[in-house]
T-cell receptor, first 112, second 114 residues
Framework: DAKTTQPPSMDCAEGRAANLPCNHSTISGNEYVYWYRQIHSQGPQYIIHGLKNNETNEMASLIITEDRKSSTLILPHATLRDTAVYYCILNAGGTSYGKLTFGQGTILTVHP | GAVVSQHPSWVICKSGTSVKIECRSLDFQATTMFWYRQFPKQSLMLMATSNEGSKATYEQGVEKDKFLINHASLTLSTLTVTSAHPEDSSFYIC??????????FGPGTRLTVT
């Protein structure tokens, strides 16, 4: 699976939108963009995924650029409980289905 | 949502002993389970993929004779760390999937080998 690049850390004020970027310039046509997060000393939690269209669920929105070389995860109204490490992961399925390759992620800190 | 549990949540053992960690899918049947390891301040590293009734597939560099994985049913997978050493001290996390797009992760097991 192709590699992703994320900023090591970001800050956000409580109640404001948190926009987490991810670069994946070598993404393949069949690779989905997944976002997971890991709160300290817990297992990761699925947030959202997409192929080429923008996606929204109850947790977040995912914006994927038209050329699919980058994406942004948006937490519309960040709370203190959203403080976590956020991972942007590519997965093509097939024989590699489910085998998630975690990078270093972005440490998001939400301040009061 | 789907829940995955792990037992124990933390364990301390002496060097040379073996430790078994259980991973259970509580409200769904998991076609595939995964085992990850996470060292302090590092990211998760996939160790192996486990399908019910078949041998686990280990990632490169993971010793299959040291990390024994058994997936006896669609709701239970176990990881046994044999002859544990201090360098095996880590946070072990399992995940499970029904074959859909989402993986459900357990809360993790912290292993300390003294």
């Amino acid at each position: 699976d192709a590699k992703t690049t994320q900023p090591p850390s970001m800050d956000c004020a409580e109640g404001r939108a948190a926009n987490l970027p991810c670069n994946h310039s070598t993404i393949s046509g069949n690779e989905y963009v997944y976002w997971y997060r890991q709160i300290h000393s817990q297992g990761p939690q699925y947030i959202i995924h997409g192929l080429k269209n923008n996606e929204t669920n109850e947790m977040a929105s995912l914006i994927i650029t038209e050329d699919r070389k980058s994406s942004t995860l948006i937490l519309p109204h960040a709370t203190l409980r959203d403080t976590a490490v956020y991972y942007c992961i590519l997965n093509a399925g097939g024989t590699s289905y489910g085998k998630l390759t975690f990078g270093q992620g972005t440490i998001l800190t939400v301040h009061p | 949502g789907a829940v995955v549990s792990q037992h124990p949540s933390w364990v301390i053992c002496k060097s040379g002993t073996s430790v078994k960690i259980e991973c259970r899918s509580l409200d769904f049947q998991a076609t595939t389970m995964f085992w990850y390891r996470q060292f302090p301040k590092q990211s998760l590293m996939l160790m192996a993929t486990s399908n019910e009734g078949s041998k686990a597939t280990y990632e490169q560099g993971v010793e299959k004779d040291k990390f024994l994985i058994n997936h006896a049913s669609l709701t239970l997978s176990t990881l046994t760390v044999t002859s544990a050493h201090p360098e095996d001290s880590s946070f072990y996390i399992c995940s499970a999937t029904t074959g859909g797009y989402e993986q459900y992760f357990g809360p993790g097991t912290r292993l300390t080998v003294t």
